[in-house]
């Protein structure tokens, strides 16, 4: 194996005006959420899977016990506007290096399909668990802010404050100086916990950027399934609040073991 | 030295329809101490040694006072119906990097001698200082299910919860893109303590999936000694749980201190 | 992209006589500060950016929202006395490795250009909280201490005692190789928060250094609001003081996490 | 700069019978005061520094406030018996890597001046503020051992029972691929503190293997600086055994912030 393994599943793949849509393991999961999602409704096909040296040596385990070598996959939704060419994956690189090598290979590939936009998604850490279904963007180019603003996408100043780390920041930052449009799109999330709720609010702007109709039943039954652990989370919060009233540290401590 | 150095101790091996089995030190060290035994009561025979800048720099010291670096070795244990081609060592690459670049190798030299059936051996973490005799599979290829049911491996939904970390996953990734069928054995163990007794229950599997008879004397009397420490072990449990009843976070964190 | 990217922005750049001088986060980020004081009020010229797997996997968001990959730049300040080169970035490398080889490039970058002495700028951290404009100086070759007194710069036997990590102090190592005489210029801070004030101090010494007049309004504001920050944190340490008065130890923590 | 840079000092140096001593910083610094000593009782010859991306991105600030960028150094010291190449150093690599590449570069050049026989130098930590004089060995080949044993060394079957980490273990593994007989020579310590009388000990041994007499004067002196804070830090330890008779770890972890 190389130091990164790119297999064609399907080759010969032409793509109608195609967007980079990537959907990797971060804060809340939001953005891997949709992009999966997406996936699964819009009937996706697979075109390659990654794997990598810079992937934690790790396989995982499916409901047959059969295992799975960790890796990223790309997958095309036709839609009647785009075609989506989709990434995404089990992990992150797991290395800075790696980061960066991955993140231009995604686009090298992006760039052979025609991609002319891109936006990768993610969470945006709240630390608080009060639901709210805004979605942040950041560009890379803010020509791009306008429209994004028609779809719902709000834009606060030097927002999020310590930046975007990872692929779903990098790819803007790569694309940058290969001259393509890329923003991030960030649901807003407690940063505590897997956030089906939030990818909810992110889904209904891209349904709106691609003009497509995604049922949402899959995730609204995980987003209760979590709004309950939420409600528990909130009351251990209240109690803690009564018994600890100044000890503002020790409370936002014990919320993040349960992350 | 190069970055990984083979050094043949024995040239023009041939091996008799070979299994490729895998026992590095890993939880429990319950893979490492099954191979070993494997290894000591077949009069295996020693075929490379494996160094690495991905090991520890490190050299151990034996009762003589004389050190050997730390390594990797392949043994060849001849039985009626396979080779053995077993390797075992000191340790696991430390870098990531590492993982996978000596994985590949292990299968380059696997595949050399014609290997087609891998079994790589580890321990599955339980939580609980109760023995238990059952040996966990998972598998590269569902094909192998039933055969290792009836050897007396028991296979769970989605378990191990958070994948195979290291060799023992890592081999089942990486042979299952060269098309080898592979499984994972796992004993399972506490996590806390190098468990001869899981590695019983282990050996007893594989006696029956290479219809041979192992002496399991000396892991038998290691597992006497452990047997003590796990009684002295539940005494302070139980002390603890008397005095300490409502922490139960940190009664799991002093038995982590002994592991 | 490769592992050092360097993007020029300007061709056929001429220097006279020029220093360099380096500016990048560090210590109270002193030498940032005053590097990019300097960039700005000497309406200096950028010649260059460099991109590089070493820096995190990081974008930075402006006040549009607009992303922005991590980075070093090169800007040329023009003075009656010597052309300045002026270093500034984002981030330091995040390896050992990459220290040493964006080091030697920006070494490579400031021979090309000339450059026949080098100010690397950083902050020597007293973990105090009482300000002092002392600058304290290390050179790579005693023949430029006597020069630098004059300038204001004091010098200590083994100061600082654990050496100088990171840019700042690779670069006197790195060019010592190269005969280039260089000097790293300390502003003394607490090394607890970002410091205006100490960066004015250094900027004063640059000032005589280059004979230039440099407007510190813009510094002195930042170390007003630095300077009530401060204050309050001395309050809350004297009356720690007076509840912990024998738990030395808790209280410095305390400060750090301020830092 | 190289990923290791070799700067030759002194050209076309022949050596008498050669053998080559290392110590580099590590437990109680023995090995390194230990060779320090040797080199400036010995009036020894420098000949070559070893400049890496391996070793911390650091310089060391001396007495003028001269910068020094962290390197290994190789001596030459002309004794009766035999010629020695010694080599001393700020840091041993900050990576595994590194270890590896760094030592085999160290053979290299020992094999290049014709070295049969290799001492490395260090510390065996006890955990103990209780003195011993014991020099505690062990070899990459058993051959050594009695020759040793007549020199006082000690030793005792798996110990260190941890192995030997870093240089000192790491030039006897490799060093025994290459045929060269190596022993590591431990002077026991305590492993919290920098330990002159320690190294005194390993320095008895080392004259009666060299047959030399050395002034080990200087080492007396910080010695004794030491035996003041150890007899501090006994009675601060027993202090503590009466106030926290049932806490051992507390005790001990308490000892380690001193190291």
Redesign the interface.
Known sequence: ?K?IEV?RIKEDVQLNDPVFIVGLPGVGHVGKLVAEHLVEELDAEKILEI?S??????????????????KNEMYVCRTEKHDILALIGDHQ?????G???L??LYLDIAQEYGVERIYTLGGFPTGQLTFSDEVL??????VL?EELKEYGVI???????G?????S??L???S??RNIDAA?LMGLTSGYLVDPKSAQALLKVISKIFDIDIDVGPLEERAKEMEKIVARLKEVEQQQQGSMHDTNTAKDDDLRYIG
Chains 1, 2, 3, 4 share one sequence.
């Not at 040296?53 to 960790?70: A, I, K, R, Y």
């Not at 963007?137 to 803010?142: C, E, I, L, S």
């Open positions: 194996m130091e297999i794997y040296h810079h992937f934690p040596p790790q396989v995982l385990v499916d409901e047959n016990s059969e295992t799975h070598l960790v690189s797991s290395s800075t290096e980061h960066y090598k993140c231009a963007g950041a560009v890379n180019n803010t802010t834009f606060k100043e030097n927002e999020p404050g930046g975007i780390v990872g692929a920041g990098l803007l930052g790569l940058k100086l991030c």
